[in-house]
């Protein structure tokens, strides 16, 4: 596949998302030192790059839907919807961020970023695992697995051993 046919795969998606009633319902905007404390206060203190000076919050249902099953969308036309060896969690929580910027980008007038991430950490059972994170409406942080959609509670151990998490 071509450079010039993703782009224009991206233009199509963007231009359905978006005529769509999917935009990002934003609640709050909080600088970088404010997402900072949000996460100390959470449990989680290292290791957090924070690109941005200031992020809007969006609301956890727009992330959970319908920017999940747009999200999908993307993935299928890929053919990438599946775990495979050479399409794993870090992937897919890789493109999960940068496409929810994207739509953020595309349909808020808004100069700041979008308070989505990427969250690397250990698992209980010991395995690492790539998911996303988001500090959502009322200063909550959501932990989602891109691969479900589903909404993940990081015990006090795992949130401890986050080793990377980027915003």
């Given at each position: 596949?071509?450079?010039s046919?993703?782009?224009?795969?991206i233009?199509?998606?963007i231009k359905?998302?978006?005529?769509s009633?999917n935009?990002?319902?934003?609640?709050?905007t909080?600088t970088a030192?404010?997402?900072?404390d949000?996460l100390?206060?959470?449990?989680?203190t290292r290791?957090?790059v924070?690109r941005?000076?200031?992020y809007?919050?969006?609301q956890?249902q727009?992330?959970?839907y319908?920017?999940y099953?747009y999200?999908?969308k993307?993935?299928?036309?890929?053919g990438?919807a599946?775990?495979?060896s050479?399409w794993?969690?870090?992937d897919f929580a890789?493109?999960?961020?940068?496409?929810?910027?994207i739509c953020?980008?595309k349909?808020?007038?808004?100069?700041e970023?979008?308070a989505v991430?990427?969250?690397?950490?250990?698992?209980e059972?010991?395995e690492y695992?790539?998911?996303?994170?988001?500090?959502?409406e009322?200063n909550d942080i959501v932990?989602v697995?891109?691969?479900t959609g589903?909404?993940?509670?990081?015990?006090?151990?795992?949130?401890?051993s986050?080793?990377?998490?980027r915003?």
């Open positions: 596949m071509r450079i046919q993703v782009l224009n795969y233009k199509d998606w359905d998302f978006f005529t009633s935009k990002p319902r934003v609640g709050i909080l030192v404010e997402i900072t949000v100390f206060k959470k449990g989680i290791d957090v924070i941005d000076s200031s809007a919050c969006p956890k727009w992330l959970l319908p920017y099953n999200y999908v993307i993935l299928k036309s890929f990438v599946s775990y495979r050479d794993d969690c870090d890789s493109l999960y961020a940068n496409v929810a910027q953020h980008r349909m808020t007038s808004g100069k970023g979008l991430g990427e969250c690397y950490y250990k698992k059972n010991g695992h790539a998911v996303n994170v988001a500090i959502v009322n932990f697995e891109p691969q589903g909404e993940l509670e990081l015990n006090s151990c795992e949130k401890a986050i080793f990377f998490l915003f």
